[in-house]
């Protein structure tokens, strides 16, 4: 009777589970269901997939060498290249199939989670839990919706496999099963290197819940005499146990380090000092703290103060001492709690601004395994009695959790949408932000796009007023001055860029043409003259330093700079035609004809070519000839005949 009884108790335990299983499951779908409708977006999305040509060759002995020898985006991640070359494979430029993989990819970390929760712990529903403040939190909407962060989603998959082979090596020790948790942890540092400090996440899980420093927390509590030595014999084995995993993550740190310095985007301490540097990542992680427990007011971009009032960093500082201490304090009786805040505070710490990477004070993304340490104190912390209470336990609990999941999962749609287009974006984070010169430099972007020109200016405008230095947003303003035929508006944006950074190819190559399209032409020689010095082997700047020279009349020195041009990119039917021109110019007809007729093989759909070319042979009295290419010009110009 006992064994029937338990043998029902199981199976209703286990029916519990797959219940929750697919109740969270079914949320995650509803939440994220709208993504497949998404666009891609100029956020860092070009970077990784619109506009890089390795990702967009797919799968190919190419793009799989390419993804491990570049750190193009600042980072060394070869297996998060791969999978978006996997997904464009699949699906092209279709945006729907990315998200579709980031959706997977998340459900996937989530259920991952709960088996290496379970396996240590042996509490399945209280991992259940913690899963599902994984899968359904606002604050990881952002890793989730994101293209660009396949990374995140990506590297977490890896980060709970590393933990599940781990515990599965604490269980039978062996070569075999540690050297799969040391491949999942390579796996994760290559997917994103902010998985740098599992060696130290490991030692926690040592500590609770695998107990492998004694079984009642001895090597915390004494550290002197005959029982600190038997505690630092405890320790030390472990300790040893991480060299490999200490070994990857220093060298993986140092290598992220290097890459990031390589992109200009750390930081330099004379513009933010360590003073500022600390304070940005105590109150970084109060913050984050608030918004887990009141998740609103959540923003792509939160743009850095540069300093923080003292008041706030003082009680951002006083939460975690407080938290700290009582978190200590309670090691014995409740080891879950020093467990999940230390994880929470050492995970953040690659990306809590103390090493400052780009212009934000915080980012929604950086999250998204940190949480589970505070997940954990949460729900471990819940009471036994009353969770197990046949009267009270076994109604309110369930329906208090299902109905704080559903809370979570209605916050988290509505911050879904926000990351509908760039529209949506950075309209929002205009709404929970201040001076977010980025949002205003990003939506700037997007009504450009839309055709809203007045708009775009206004918020371009609102960009640098908040921060004069910032490139992008100058840059951005001179591209709308030029599409509105405003080209000396657009050439003093490009001079701004310049004043900042003086080797900004782009602003360089920009001021140029529009100094020549505004009739600046000693001034646009001067320019692509002064840009020929430092890229001689850019095809378009003898292309535009031609151009300038047949407006100054020396047809000759603009053949020259052509000739230069074709050398350099001989496949391009437009540097022929420019040739020819210049030939013409200069009385060498022959020559001309063979450069329009190099043109046309190359491009036959060019209809300046041909119509250049039927006005030369009806001159040499080939009517028939030019005809055709009249004809063809015509055709060309009113879209009766496809390219």
Avoid at 424 to 446: I, Q
Avoid at 575 to 589: K, M
Avoid at 618 to 643: D, F, L, V, W, Y
Wanted: positive net charge; contains cysteine.
């Amino acid at each position: 009777m006992i064994n029937v009884k338990n043998r029902l108790s199981r199976e209703n335990y286990f029916n519990k589970q797959i219940s929750l299983i697919i109740f969270i499951t079914v949320l995650v779908l509803a939440i994220y269901w709208p993504v497949q409708d998404f666009s891609f977006l100029a956020y860092d999305d070009p970077v990784y997939v619109t506009e890089n040509v390795m990702v967009q060759k797919g799968i190919s002995r190419e793009g799989l060498a390419w993804a491990f020898k570049t750190t193009e985006a600042g980072f060394w991640h070869p297996l998060t290249w791969i999978s978006l070359m996997a997904d464009y494979e699949l699906y092209k430029l279709n945006p729907a199939g990315y998200h579709w993989t980031n959706l997977l990819l998340h459900l996937l970390a989530t259920f991952l989670l709960f088996r290496a929760l379970q396996a240590m712990t042996g509490a399945g529903t209280r991992s259940l839990v913690v899963a599902a403040l994984f899968a359904l939190h606002p604050l990881h909407v952002e890793s989730v919706a994101w293209i660009a962060e396949r990374k995140d989603v990506l590297s977490a998959c890896f980060w709970m496999l590393t933990i599940y082979a781990y515990v599965n090596y604490v269980r039978k020790p062996g070569y075999g099963r540690y050297g799969l948790a040391l491949l999942f942890f390579v796996m994760g540092l290559m997917s994103k290197p902010m998985l740098v400090t599992m060696p130290f996440i490991l030692l926690l899980l040592d500590f609770w819940p695998l107990g492998r420093f004694t079984g009642a927390g001895g090597a915390i509590a004494s550290l002197k005499g005959d029982a600190g030595r038997e505690n630092f014999n405890r320790v030390y084995p472990l300790l040893l146990e991480k060299v490999p995993l200490f070994l990857l993550a220093i060298v993986f740190g140092i290598l992220t380090l290097w890459t990031e310095s390589g992109f200009q985007a750390l930081a330099p301490t004379d513009a933010l000092p360590w003073p500022d540097r600390l304070a940005t990542a105590v109150v970084a992680a109060a913050t984050y703290l608030g918004k887990t427990f009141w998740p609103t007011g959540l923003a792509a971009f939160y743009p850095h103060p540069g300093g923080w009032p003292g008041l706030v960093t003082a009680g951002a500082a006083a939460l975690h001492i407080l938290l700290t201490l009582l978190a200590f304090r309670m090691y014995r009786s409740r080891p879950w709690l020093i467990v999940g805040w230390l994880w929470y505070l050492i995970t953040l710490l690659p990306v809590s601004g103390i090493i400052q990477v780009g212009s934000h004070a915080m980012a929604d993304r950086y999250t998204y395994i940190p949480l589970i340490g505070i997940f954990i104190m949460s729900v471990w912390s819940f009471p036994r009695k009353i969770m197990h209470n046949a009267g009270f336990g076994r109604s309110v609990v369930p329906a208090g959790v299902a109905f704080l999941l559903l809370l979570l999962s209605w916050r988290a749609s509505i911050q879904v949408q926000y990351w509908r287009n760039d529209g949506t974006l950075f309209r929002h984070a205009l709404e929970v932000t201040t001076d977010n010169y980025l949002a205003h430099s990003g939506l700037g972007a997007y009504l450009i796009r839309q055709g809203q020109d007045d708009a775009a200016l206004y918020h371009l405008n609102q960009a640098v007023a908040i921060r004069p230095d910032y490139a992008p947003a100058w840059f951005k303003r001179g591209l709308l001055f030029a599409k509105q035929g405003r080209y000396m508006e657009a050439a003093a944006s490009f001079k701004q860029i310049l004043k900042e950074a003086p080797r900004h190819g782009d602003a360089r190559k920009q001021l140029a043409w529009n100094l020549l399209l505004a009739g600046e032409t000693d001034a646009a020689i001067v320019q692509l003259r002064e840009l020929l010095n430092d890229e001689p082997g850019d095809a378009s700047l003898f292309n535009h330093l031609g151009i300038a020279l047949m407006k100054k009349g020396a047809y000759p020195e603009a053949g020259d700079a052509f000739r230069k041009a074709l050398e350099l990119s001989p496949g391009h039917a437009g540097y022929h035609h420019n040739l020819a021109t210049a030939l013409l110019a200069a009385g060498n007809e022959e020559e001309a004809i063979r450069n329009l007729r190099q043109a046309l093989a190359l491009k036959p759909d060019y209809a300046a070519a041909h119509e250049r070319l039927a006005a030369l042979l009806r001159k040499r009295g080939e009517n028939s000839a030019a005809a055709i290419h009249e004809k063809t010009a015509g055709q060309i110009r009113t879209g009766n005949e496809s390219p």
